[in-house]
């Protein structure tokens, strides 16, 4: 099992580098920390007395890691969770925040493991975990894979702007898509022909 800080470094990886992206909701973004997250951590790097895209696009890698592994994964208590999941949890907190968390807790509910869908990882949920990974040991991280998929195509359906993160220009998957398929097995993870299928409504 990697250590956080090997996740974290792997998760700054698939964010990139600095952007301002008009049809992104979070805004000016560097390695996936947000110009809300920067400014909500008071980080103005620049000296200048305010927070604002300059502080974001000077944001080292080794900030960004630490800025996820204290605020990402230590404080949503990520870490409490079926090791199975942690790295994937992970990856979709920094992507998506508490949102993470609700998909897991949504993926519990449909394994007939109540739980509240409130976005925090609390006993209730980190029991759930346990109750879920020990009911399905060998399934429980793709599952969890596949609700993340679920989730960014319906983010496309829902938000035309967004599509381009889920589809390709020429048809193939986009980023979103390949994201959560990083921790998916080869065998769940769709074809080509599958994910065309599955966006070709999208026009």
Do not use: C
Not at 27 to 36: K, L, Q, R, S, W
Not at 109 to 125: A, C, H, K, L, S
Not at 185 to 195: I, K, N
């Amino acid at each position: 099992m990697q250590d956080v800080y090997q996740i974290a470094q792997q998760i700054v990886a698939r964010e990139g580098g600095y952007v301002d992206d008009p049809d992104d909701p979070g805004g000016a973004t560097n390695f996936g920390v947000t110009i809300g997250t920067m400014q909500r951590l008071g980080r103005d790097l620049t000296g200048d007395g305010r927070v604002d895209a300059a502080d974001v696009a000077a944001l080292t890698r080794d900030q960004a890691v630490r800025i996820f592994v204290q605020h990402y994964f230590e404080r949503p208590r990520i870490g409490e969770l079926p090791q199975v999941l942690q790295a994937s949890v992970f990856d979709m907190y920094v992507n998506a925040g508490a949102n993470a968390v609700k998909i897991l807790q949504r993926l519990f509910n449909d394994m007939r493991i109540e739980v509240d869908v409130d976005g925090v990882i609390g006993p209730q949920t980190i029991a759930a975990a346990f109750r879920a990974e020990a009911a399905a040991p060998d399934h429980l991280a793709d599952a969890y894979g596949i609700a993340r998929r679920n989730y960014y195509y319906a983010l496309g359906d829902a938000r035309p702007a967004s599509r381009k993160y889920a589809r390709r220009r020429d048809g193939g998957k986009g980023g979103w898509i390949i994201r959560a398929e990083e921790f998916i097995s080869p065998r769940y993870q769709l074809t080509d022909a599958a994910h065309r299928a599955r966006v070709a409504a999208w026009g």
